[in-house]
């Protein structure tokens, strides 16, 4: 992949990263406040999700500094292994295979940066503060010193669920980029009147009118508006439907990453992932392993769509404005 490429994918998906952290994290913290084991009333069930309003925002720091880096990590590594695997396979191998053996690399590598940003996020979420502590103080730092004070060391404790928070992403991503790729294919092709495999990217950035060099700045720049608004409502709608899929059959794996990482900033002994299972199941049963799900299927939907639809839309927007530049894949 080039390097001018590699710049390109960077800027595409720190936009993308960035834009739905800000307009999604508040339906990340009540889903998260939703799945922790002290969300409960005094007789065991769970409790009103009304009671998790407060503070949407806390832990925000942390995964804006962290979240940046790990989005270009992600697609530099997506689109570099999209590449690599079509060229080195035989032409009969099946997209799905190839799109998800690339999406799942990729998250293997970006949950190295994302880890220690998830545990302080997820702590600093359910923090119960007072309305001074949440004027003076960085809900991040309080959660950092938290988890720094817990019984088994700074470094062991902000690394506590990488496995789980793998085992989680994995499958999801396995799930989401090849139903996305297959549902954005699919509804190009229907809008392009194709059976041939498409490209979105270039069939929008790459248009006629946005290569025509020859063609007036003012053509150039309608054919730029009308590819980025087809470009966002395609592959935000694809986005959507892949990711509320993947999230609600993974929300069994989601849950028992936010109990583990949640552990990380109090001095419980640590369990393993069928521990946890096991006695979510027993305490609150099948409801239980699935709290959550329709939060967690909605939030991902929308964030999907944001993410991923933003994210090709940056691209479009770069290509288009740098008409020299063909190929972002």
């Not at 407060?54 to 590594?77: D, H, K, W």
């Not at 940003?117 to 702590?123: D, G």
């Not at 996305?180 to 498409?198: C, D, H, T």
């Not at 994210?311 to 770069?318: C, D, I, P, S």
Request: aromatic share 8%; net charge positive; proline share 4%.
């Amino acid at each position: 992949m080039r390097d001018n490429t590699q710049a390109e994918i960077l800027a595409a998906g720190a936009v993308a990263a960035f834009t739905v952290d800000l307009l999604i994290y508040p339906l990340d913290t009540i889903k998260t406040r939703y799945q922790s084991q002290g969300f409960t009333d005094q007789s065991g069930r769970p409790g009103s999700i009304s009671n998790g309003f407060r503070g949407l925002y806390q832990g925000i720091g942390s995964v804006i500094f962290a979240t940046l880096p790990a989005a270009a990590i992600f697609f530099i590594s997506y689109e570099s292994a999209k590449l690599a695997l079509k060229s080195s396979l035989p032409n009969a191998a099946p997209q799905p295979v190839i799109h998800a053996v690339a999406s799942a690399g990729a998250e293997l590598a970006s949950c190295t940066v994302l880890t220690p940003a998830e545990v302080i996020k997820q702590n600093a979420q359910v923090l119960q503060r007072s309305d001074s502590s949440r004027n003076n103080r960085s809900s991040s730092i309080e959660a950092l010193r938290m988890v720094w004070q817990s019984e088994g060391g700074a470094a062991r404790r902000l690394w506590t669920g990488y496995t789980a928070l793998v085992a989680r992403n994995l499958p999801f991503t396995a799930l989401q980029f090849p139903l996305f790729e297959g549902f954005r294919g699919y509804i190009w092709n229907r809008r392009r009147g194709s059976a041939k495999p498409s490209q979105p990217w270039k069939d929008c950035a790459g248009s006629d009118e946005l290569q025509n060099t020859t063609q007036s700045k003012e053509t150039r720049q309608n054919g730029l508006k009308s590819a980025l608004v087809e470009t966002g409502m395609v592959t935000g709608a694809s986005a959507a439907m892949s990711g509320s899929l993947a999230a609600l059959i993974t929300t069994p794996l989601d849950v028992i990453k936010t109990r583990i990482m949640l552990s990380a900033g109090s001095s419980s002994t640590r369990e393993s992932v069928r521990e946890i299972a096991g006695r979510i199941i027993r305490e609150e049963g099948v409801r239980g392993i699935f709290r959550g799900a329709v939060l967690r299927g909605t939030w991902t939907a929308l964030g999907s769509g944001l993410y991923l639809g933003s994210y090709e839309m940056a691209k479009v927007w770069l290509k288009g404005t740098s008409p020299e530049r063909h190929n972002l894949s």
